[in-house]
């Protein structure tokens, strides 16, 4: 046992025991005996470092995990990153570009050499920070979504949901990122509402100097237009039936078609329909079997097909196309206009709706279960407010496009014959294989692979299964062991994107549900509400913090105020209050440490202090599980900050603290130093570093007894009773202090404290004399069945006190304006308790023992105001 240091020092324990806790293999996991618990980290991407979003989301998974390891489970946590295929090929290509390399000019082989050692070099460096904050990861299992075991299960789940028909190649309507020059899931677009302009254009009906009016937000794809809409009863528009009208800039003559999809009070109330650019007109061109011109190239410059503006990128064409416009006296008006616009979730860029050749997953079918399971709570949602966001998403779920057009990912596994015929197949043999079955002349080489690869949150979907191989090598130890996984811990902005995606694989490929629980955090945001980003320079970075305050110190300082599913609004603050409780525990440990023991012949007078303690850790470890069982993650610290904090440091340690240089008996040294070893074991899921460095310091330790491993305590019965009983002695103490700072009488001035207790209450005051005598520096204690005048006088609960001090100490006025306020403030509190009494709803329905605490609550202001007034003429 080690001299103990005056502060704690943070960075050189969190060092010390996180090596040890590596070197002991303490955080690795293999099928037991034992009852398995399992997360798997939402992998982050390898571009990525550690945000305030990962410190929260980590720390609640680490929270769990650790306290699953310490109640006996095999506790495994695998960590794991993404290989983000348009983030990374950005990243890569920009790396390139700065050496003087165009992705062009390289083969896919070579860009993919390139990136696989950009993914080597910075690809873990979030996984390193996370071991900073304390991350129990079993890292022996640290898994990529691009590593070959898991890129194996990607392919043969595409064979295979190939061949049973939910996987199919097509042309559609699909969102089209010009920057990142690939396809979109609907899912990967974020809608903004952005100012735009709203331009009326005249469209002259053909052989007449008359025209209509249409209003467009993108005259730039005007060139593009095939048709034009009215609604069939729009009185305005009857007289254009069988009429041909003039597109502007290029002058193609095009047909009037009659639609109820068109809305009579948007704009002029007709349509310019241009089926290759709006998702809404390709269903039209659908339907009338419309030409579809495309007048956009894949990086968003206009296509030759535009005719005008080719090559010049679509922001400027479509002022080039107003200018024009205007030059034709074709621009009616133009008006300041709202909307919400797509952007790319990764490049930002503005989506283009395009008709486009890709490959998609049928969805329909596949969500049936996974719906269904999320409804009935077999799946629990927490909290479960987002299980109707979800139910709407799933019940109106679009067949899910899962090509993109990059070379970092897994490759489509299609091969196209020289026939313009397909064959999906897990590898080059197997395709060649199929090929010939076709035309047993072919060769390898005639054959051409798909160039296109799968959107990466095809791969996070199989997450659960495929980091246990699952799929390549179904009914392993692993995968029969840990899945279904336990809880989930991931952001309500990917509850489509990856979670409903991971349960509708879980049942397709295990039959299952991948995991029992998932918690939705909320957005760390800062203390204006906004979402905390690099551009708008309010994130603090978490390593900067950790040096700063602790990792510790910002595990709890993160978990103070985020409850599930709820924003966190993130302050500095919040960390240095969690700092302070690290020391705070520290001093406290110094305190007990430091008392010399001497051993006693007779039971300890410290018993019932001992016994309050005792009770009340039984008390608020029952809420604690109670928390935990709900996922409120912010309700178990702040029931263990209280418990810390107030009730064992400013009570509990005061109640049995030894005059100064006396010493303490060894039956309270040792019930004081069991109440420690349990404090810090349930401490140590929120903060595992003090926690660890005080248990050393407690007692002499093995090598292997450690507190990461530590049996976690179990609540037992307490008794309500004692409790009670000790929060009046508390409420007097408290206002005997109080009174002393309003009279000016010195904390160490002695007095007599007179008690007139009501039924039954005398034994407490007996019972708990020393303590309170010590707490208030009270030297006796006395009762009386009077009131008794000329004393200051006060009311606990139904119990009245007084306290005798010389005449000329007590300004009759103020203790009037006292004793009013108090008596003011009971009367209204009364009040209050009887206006819901007085609710017949409120009684009928309630039960039974909360009408029956209002009930005890009425009754103790009534007696308190009884004893107010008394006081109050006898001042």
Same mark, same amino acid.
């Given at each position: 046992?080690?001299?103990?240091?005056?502060?704690?020092?943070?960075?050189?324990?969190?060092?010390?025991?996180?090596?040890?806790?590596?070197?002991?293999?303490?955080?690795?996991?293999?099928?037991?005996?034992?009852?398995?618990?399992?997360?798997?980290?939402?992998?982050?991407?390898?571009?990525?470092?550690?945000?305030?979003? @990962?410190?929260?989301?980590?720390?609640?998974?680490?929270?769990?995990?650790?306290?699953?390891?310490?109640?006996?489970?095999?506790?495994?946590?695998?960590?794991?990153?993404?290989?983000?295929?348009?983030?990374?090929?950005?990243?890569?290509? !920009?790396?390139?570009?700065?050496?003087?390399?165009?992705?062009?000019?390289? %083969?896919?082989?070579?860009?993919?050499?390139?990136?696989?050692?950009?993914?080597?070099?910075?690809?873990?460096?979030?996984?390193?920070?996370?071991?900073?904050?304390?991350?129990?990861?079993?890292?022996?299992? %640290?898994?990529?979504?691009?590593?070959?075991?898991?890129?194996?299960?990607?392919?043969?789940?595409?064979?295979?949901?190939?061949?049973?028909?939910?996987?199919?190649?097509?042309?559609?309507?699909?969102?089209?990122?010009?920057?990142?020059?690939?396809?979109?899931?609907?899912?990967?677009?974020?809608?903004?509402?952005?100012?735009?302009?709203?331009?009326?254009?005249?469209?002259?009906?053909?052989? %007449?100097?008359?025209?209509?009016?249409?209003?467009?937000?993108?005259?730039?794809?005007?060139?593009?237009?095939?048709?034009?809409?009215?609604?069939?009863?729009? /009185?305005?528009?009857?007289?254009?039936?069988?009429?041909?009208?003039?597109?502007?800039?290029?002058?193609?003559?095009? $047909?009037?078609?009659?639609?109820?999809?068109?809305?009579?009070?948007?704009?002029?109330?007709?349509?310019?329909?241009?089926?290759? @650019?709006?998702?809404?007109?390709?269903?039209?061109?659908?339907?009338?079997?419309?030409?579809?011109?495309?007048?956009?190239?894949?990086?968003?410059?206009?296509?030759?097909?535009?005719?005008?503006?080719?090559?010049?990128?679509?922001?400027?064409?479509?002022?080039?196309?107003?200018?024009?416009?205007?030059?034709?006296?074709?621009? /009616?008006?133009?008006?300041?206009?709202?909307?919400?616009?797509?952007?790319?979730?990764?490049?930002?860029?503005?989506?283009?709706?395009?008709?486009?050749?890709?490959?998609?997953?049928?969805?329909?079918?596949?969500?049936?279960?996974?719906?269904?399971?999320?409804?009935?709570?077999?799946?629990?949602?927490?909290?479960?407010?987002? !299980?109707?966001?979800?139910?709407?998403?799933?019940?109106?779920?679009? =067949?899910?496009?899962?090509?993109?057009?990059?070379?970092?990912?897994?490759?489509?596994?299609?091969?196209?014959?020289?026939?313009?015929?397909?064959?999906?197949?897990?590898?080059?043999?197997?395709?060649?294989?199929?090929?010939?079955?076709?035309?047993?002349?072919?060769?390898?080489?005639?054959?051409?692979?798909?160039?296109?690869?799968?959107?990466?949150?095809?791969?996070?979907?199989?997450?659960?299964?495929?980091?246990?191989?699952?799929?390549? !090598?179904?009914?392993?130890?692993?995968?029969?062991?840990?899945?279904? %996984? @336990?809880?989930?811990?991931?952001?309500?902005?990917?509850?489509?994107?990856?979670?409903?995606?991971?349960?509708?694989?879980?049942?397709?490929?295990?039959?299952?549900?991948?995991?029992?629980?998932?918690?939705?955090?909320?957005?760390?945001?800062?203390?204006?509400?906004?979402? +905390? $980003?690099? $551009?708008?320079?309010?994130?603090?970075?978490?390593?900067?913090?950790?040096?700063?305050?602790?990792?510790?110190?910002?595990?709890?300082?993160?978990?103070?105020?985020?409850?599930?599913?709820?924003?966190?609004?993130?302050?500095?603050?919040?960390?240095?209050?969690?700092?302070?409780?690290?020391?705070?525990?520290?001093?406290?440990?110094?305190?007990?440490?430091?008392?010399?023991?001497?051993?006693?012949?007779?039971?300890? @007078?410290?018993?019932?202090?001992? =016994?309050?303690?005792?009770?009340?850790?039984?008390?608020?470890?029952?809420?604690?599980?109670?928390?935990?069982?709900?996922?409120?993650?912010?309700?178990?610290?702040?029931?263990?900050?209280?418990?810390?904090?107030?009730?064992?440091?400013?009570?509990?340690?005061?109640?049995?603290?030894?005059?100064?240089?006396?010493?303490?008996?060894?039956?309270?040294?040792?019930?004081?130093?069991?109440?420690?070893?349990?404090?810090?074991?349930?401490?140590?899921?929120?903060?595992?570093?003090?926690?660890?460095?005080?248990?050393?310091?407690?007692?002499?330790?093995?090598?292997?007894?450690?507190?990461?491993?530590?049996?976690?305590?179990?609540?037992?019965?307490?008794?309500?009773?004692?409790?009670?009983?000790?929060?009046?002695?508390? /409420?007097?103490?408290?206002?005997?202090?109080?009174?002393?700072?309003?009279?000016?009488?010195?904390?160490?001035?002695?007095?007599?404290?007179?008690?007139?207790?009501?039924?039954?209450? $005398?034994? +407490?005051?007996?019972?708990?004399?020393?303590?309170?005598?010590?707490?208030?520096?009270?030297?006796?204690?006395?009762?009386?069945?009077?009131?008794?005048?000329?004393?200051?006088?006060?009311?606990?609960?139904?119990?009245?006190?007084?306290?005798?001090?010389?005449?000329?100490?007590?300004?009759?006025?103020?203790?009037?304006?006292?004793?009013?306020?108090?008596?003011?403030?009971?009367?209204?509190?009364?009040?209050?308790?009887?206006?819901?009494?007085?609710?017949?709803?409120?009684?009928?329905?309630?039960?039974?023992?909360?009408?029956?605490?209002?009930?005890?609550?009425?009754?103790?202001?009534?007696?308190?105001?009884?004893?107010?007034?008394?006081?109050? +003429?006898?001042?």
């Amino acid at each position: 046992m080690s001299e103990i240091s005056k502060t704690y020092s943070p960075q050189e324990v969190e060092q010390k025991w996180y090596a040890y806790w590596l070197s002991k293999g303490f955080f690795n996991s293999k099928p037991s005996k034992k009852e398995p618990y399992c997360i798997v980290i939402p992998p982050p991407n390898v571009t990525g470092v550690l945000h305030m979003g @990962h410190m929260l989301n980590n720390t609640i998974q680490d929270v769990l995990v650790r306290k699953a390891r310490m109640e006996g489970k095999e506790a495994c946590w695998v960590p794991g990153t993404d290989h983000a295929s348009i983030a990374t090929e950005a990243r890569v290509v !920009k790396m390139l570009k700065e050496q003087g390399i165009e992705k062009s000019a390289l %083969t896919r082989e070579k860009f993919l050499e390139y990136a696989f050692e950009w993914k080597e070099k910075y690809g873990g460096i979030i996984l390193e920070q996370l071991k900073k904050l304390g991350a129990s990861c079993d890292w022996n299992r %640290t898994r990529f979504t691009m590593e070959e075991a898991l890129s194996e299960q990607v392919i043969q789940v595409f064979v295979d949901l190939h061949e049973k028909g939910h996987i199919y190649r097509g042309a559609r309507m699909i969102n089209w990122d010009p920057q990142g020059k690939t396809a979109l899931s609907d899912d990967e677009v974020n809608y903004k509402e952005t100012a735009s302009k709203l331009y009326y254009v005249r469209y002259y009906i053909a052989g %007449t100097d008359q025209y209509i009016v249409i209003a467009t937000q993108r005259p730039e794809t005007i060139m593009g237009d095939t048709a034009v809409c009215v609604n069939p009863n729009d /009185e305005r528009y009857k007289s254009l039936k069988g009429k041909k009208i003039i597109v502007p800039l290029v002058n193609r003559e095009v $047909s009037v078609i009659f639609d109820e999809y068109v809305d009579m009070a948007f704009g002029t109330g007709c349509l310019k329909v241009t089926p290759a @650019h709006d998702i809404n007109d390709y269903e039209l061109g659908l339907k009338y079997n419309l030409e579809v011109i495309d007048t956009l190239n894949d990086d968003g410059t206009l296509s030759e097909a535009a005719q005008l503006f080719v090559g010049v990128d679509r922001f400027k064409a479509r002022k080039l196309a107003v200018e024009k416009l205007q030059e034709l006296n074709l621009i /009616e008006k133009i008006e300041e206009y709202k909307t919400n616009i797509g952007y790319s979730e990764r490049t930002d860029a503005v989506v283009e709706p395009r008709i486009s050749t890709q490959w998609f997953v049928k969805m329909k079918e596949l969500c049936k279960p996974a719906l269904e399971n999320v409804l009935n709570d077999t799946i629990q949602l927490n909290p479960p407010k987002f !299980k109707n966001m979800y139910r709407s998403w799933m019940e109106n779920v679009r =067949d899910w496009c899962i090509s993109r057009q990059l070379w970092w990912g897994q490759r489509i596994p299609a091969w196209y014959l020289p026939d313009g015929s397909m064959v999906v197949a897990l590898n080059e043999k197997e395709a060649l294989k199929k090929a010939q079955a076709k035309n047993p002349n072919l060769q390898m080489a005639d054959l051409q692979q798909d160039n296109d690869v799968l959107d990466t949150w095809f791969s996070s979907a199989l997450w659960p299964i495929s980091v246990f191989e699952g799929i390549n !090598k179904p009914n392993n130890k692993d995968i029969n062991y840990y899945y279904p %996984t @336990h809880d989930l811990v991931t952001a309500p902005e990917i509850l489509f994107f990856w979670v409903a995606r991971m349960i509708i694989m879980g049942y397709e490929y295990q039959g299952t549900f991948p995991f029992r629980n998932v918690y939705l955090t909320g957005i760390v945001r800062d203390t204006l509400g906004r979402k +905390m $980003s690099k $551009s708008l320079g309010n994130s603090p970075d978490p390593l900067d913090l950790i040096d700063k305050y602790g990792a510790d110190g910002v595990r709890t300082g993160m978990l103070f105020s985020s409850p599930a599913g709820n924003d966190l609004l993130f302050d500095e603050k919040l960390c240095l209050q969690g700092r302070n409780f690290a020391n705070k525990i520290w001093n406290a440990f110094r305190l007990v440490k430091g008392w010399q023991v001497v051993d006693n012949e007779e039971p300890t @007078h410290n018993k019932p202090a001992i =016994d309050w303690f005792e009770n009340r850790f039984n008390a608020a470890l029952t809420d604690i599980e109670d928390h935990y069982s709900k996922y409120r993650m912010s309700d178990v610290l702040k029931s263990l900050y209280d418990l810390v904090w107030d009730k064992f440091c400013s009570w509990y340690l005061e109640m049995i603290k030894p005059d100064y240089q006396a010493p303490i008996d060894r039956q309270t040294y040792e019930a004081t130093i069991q109440f420690f070893e349990r404090i810090v074991k349930i401490l140590h899921p929120f903060m595992p570093f003090i926690t660890e460095e005080i248990w050393h310091e407690l007692a002499e330790r093995t090598e292997d007894d450690c507190i990461v491993v530590a049996k976690y305590p179990k609540a037992k019965k307490f008794n309500t009773n004692t409790l009670e009983q000790v929060e009046q002695v508390f /409420e007097l103490v408290t206002k005997i202090r109080n009174l002393r700072s309003e009279k000016g009488i010195s904390p160490k001035e002695e007095f007599i404290l007179y008690v007139k207790a009501a039924s039954g209450n $005398s034994p +407490m005051y007996k019972k708990y004399g020393m303590i309170i005598k010590k707490l208030a520096n009270i030297s006796a204690i006395s009762t009386t069945k009077k009131s008794m005048p000329k004393t200051l006088s006060f009311v606990v609960k139904t119990d009245e006190f007084f306290i005798p001090i010389p005449e000329n100490a007590m300004d009759k006025e103020k203790e009037i304006e006292r004793i009013t306020k108090e008596l003011d403030y009971q009367k209204g509190f009364r009040d209050s308790v009887l206006k819901k009494l007085q609710n017949d709803k409120f009684v009928q329905n309630a039960k039974a023992e909360v009408v029956e605490a209002e009930r005890k609550k009425q009754a103790d202001a009534e007696a308190k105001i009884k004893a107010l007034e008394k006081a109050l +003429m006898e001042v």
